[in-house]
């Protein structure tokens, strides 16, 4: 069974707005793409996907945009080639290799984690809440920003029970963020 994994950037006061920790830096991008790497497919919601498709999507020129540096292309060929699945009941199609997939959450998810590979990536908000909530992650993974926000969305905010994790890897960058990775412990019986 493949792993499914939540990854997000984070401020020290749990904000998880896109734009409120620090700018992506070479190291940073680096790390980012070796997540895409181990990904086999991403599972967004509406919000997520369109964000990073008009970001990251490669234009129908063949050319990556001038404001995007030679750094950052090798994490926009992951992502830009990466099959995607967004769950959305407002959206009518999806390109970008994605699919529209909706329906019962947990079954989909279930479903999607039974096929072989190396594992699944989930970002956003809204979408590792549910999933979080449905106990489907398997690992945890966040880049802690040395910022405090103040503001904005707050990281796993209603959460419905206390998720007890495991300290599986911690790697600190040049720039103060902070790379935790950390897996669910499981109840024994």
Known sequence: ?????YSINVTLDGCCHHEAGLAPDQESMRY?????ERADALLF???????MESAWRKPDTGAWPDWMGEWQVPFAEA???TK????????????????LVRGDLAQMVQRLKQEPGEGLFVGGVTLPLALADLGLIDEYVFLVQPVLAGHG??????????????????????????????????ATA
């Open 1 to 5: 069974m493949r792993p499914l994994r």
């Open 32 to 36: 980012w793409t070796a997540e895409m």
């Open 45 to 51: 919601g509406r919000v997520t996907y369109e964000m």
């Open 79 to 81: 992502i830009d080639r």
């Open 84 to 99: 995607k699945y967004v769950v959305s009941s407002t959206l009518d199609g999806v390109d970008w290799n994605a699919e």
């Open 153 to 186: 969305p707050t990281l796993l905010s209603g959460l419905r029970e206390r998720i007890q994790l495991q300290l599986m890897d911690r790697r600190q960058f040049q720039s103060g963020v902070v790379a935790l990775r950390y897996q669910p412990t499981r």
